[in-house]
């Protein structure tokens, strides 16, 4: 429900969005390094910071959710959160980037493949861009050659035009976020979780659409950040053209609770009202110390 100084929200022009007025969440967003980092993954756009969020939106559901869908899944902090602590039944993951997808097929039947070449792997700028040229020849090497280009590209992105670390933590360059044992550590977390963990290739709003009224399911929903011309996501992502309102639409007209965050931005704002949707603020740094606002949506008011 948006309010804003002088009139409601169908009459708030895009001009006027910064007048709109949401509730402050409850919950601060938290330090990533006070919670368990569960992705090998290094996510551009990652949700760590609203891991408690997530706790107190699922922790009170009585029944706990059968199955938590995370449609736009990236490094999928949120399901294995949720696998792990077991905050809901099982998770159903989907991530459109295929390369994405690689990976998580090989990290959920493949882990101690994946753990074997983790730890022969010398992280070279040789290494790392013969790796990169090379077609792999199975999916195994496919979510291997995933992982490796998504810890020594700067900031972790994948998407083409994406650089090589350069200095990096300690100065190490290429290696400077390559930590095998932790990373192997990780694995072996996901291959014991793997029997309540799902993931399907393809396009999250459709999979939205497919579990819209599936008793028992709850949706964390991260999708690129695009709208209103933002160009973050298409920086960050090979996929991110999103129909914003069309997932609002499809949120909408399903009956699964849900949560989902977007940046601040007048397009965003309008959807909230015209679906009557909940928001609040979330205040966070980002990676280069700034302040900025994230929303966190939801069917029915949360965190005030
Ligand atoms: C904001 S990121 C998710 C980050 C994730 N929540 C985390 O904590 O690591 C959005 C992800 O959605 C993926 N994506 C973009 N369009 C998609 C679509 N139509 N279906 C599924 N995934 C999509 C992108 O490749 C990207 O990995």
Redesign the pocket.
């Known amino acids: 429900m948006l309010t804003t100084t002088t009139e409601s929200a169908a009459d708030v022009a895009w001009d006027d969005f910064d007048r709109v007025a949401l509730p402050v969440s409850s919950i601060p967003a938290v330090n990533v390094a006070a919670v368990p980092q569960r ?1 090998p993954l290094r ?1 551009p ?3 760590t910071w609203l891991i408690p969020h997530v706790r107190a939106w699922l922790e009170p559901m009585q029944p706990r959710p059968k199955l938590l869908v995370e ?8 399901a294995l959160t949720a696998a792990f602590e077991g905050l809901a039944e099982r998770c159903l993951m ?4 295929h390369d ?1 997808a690689a990976f998580w097929h090989a990290a959920l039947r493949h882990g101690s493949g994946l753990c074997e070449l983790i730890r022969e792997f010398e992280p070279t700028r040789a290494s790392v861009f013969d790796l990169a040229d090379t077609p792999p020849p199975d999916l195994l090497a496919h979510g291997f050659r995933t992982l490796v280009l998504n810890r020594t590209r700067r900031g972790g992105i994948l998407a083409s035009g994406a650089t090589l670390a350069r200095s990096g933590e300690n100065n190490k360059g290429v290696a400077s976020r390559w930590y095998p044992e932790t990373l192997v550590r990780r694995l072996q977390d996901i291959e014991a979780h793997s029997e309540r963990i799902s993931f399907c290739e393809g ?3 459709a999979l939205l659409q497919t579990v819209a009224d599936l008793p028992g399911a709850v949706a964390f929903v ?3 950040y695009t709208a209103g011309g933002k160009r973050a996501g298409s920086r960050l ?4 053209a ?1 129909d914003h309102r069309s997932l609002f639409k499809t949120l909408a007209e399903s009956s699964i609770e849900f949560l989902m965050t977007y940046d601040r931005a007048p397009e965003i704002i309008d959807l909230i009202g015209e679906f009557d949707f909940h928001a609040v603020e979330v205040m966070m740094k980002n990676t280069h110390h700034a302040s900025v606002t994230e929303l966190v949506i939801s069917r029915r008011s949360l965190f005030t």
């Open positions: 992705s996510y756009g990652g949700k449609p736009f899944c990236g490094g999928a902090i949120v989907a991530e459109l980037d994405v396009d999250g709003l991260d999708p690129p992502y090979a996929h991110h999103l």
